[in-house]
């Protein structure tokens, strides 16, 4: 009996590692998908060079480069 309950453990999460895996694709395409709706706003993508460059310009600064 214990071999038959085990056998039964076994194939419940073959089947739990299945959804798993589904779940995981969909969340990972859906964070993808929003990323290129992100990048693809041109206000999204000003607001991000400008991060950037503050970033840039802190980095200098720090380092005794004023521009």
Known sequence: MGK???????????GMTTAEY???????VTGVGALVGFFGNED????LGEIVKALVRWILASVGINI
Do not use: D, N
Request: zero cysteines.
């Open 4 to 14: 038959a309950v085990a056998k039964l453990r076994k194939l419940g999460q073959r």
């Open 44 to 47: 999204f993508r000003r607001f």
């Open 22 to 28: 589904a779940v995981g694709t969909v969340a990972a």
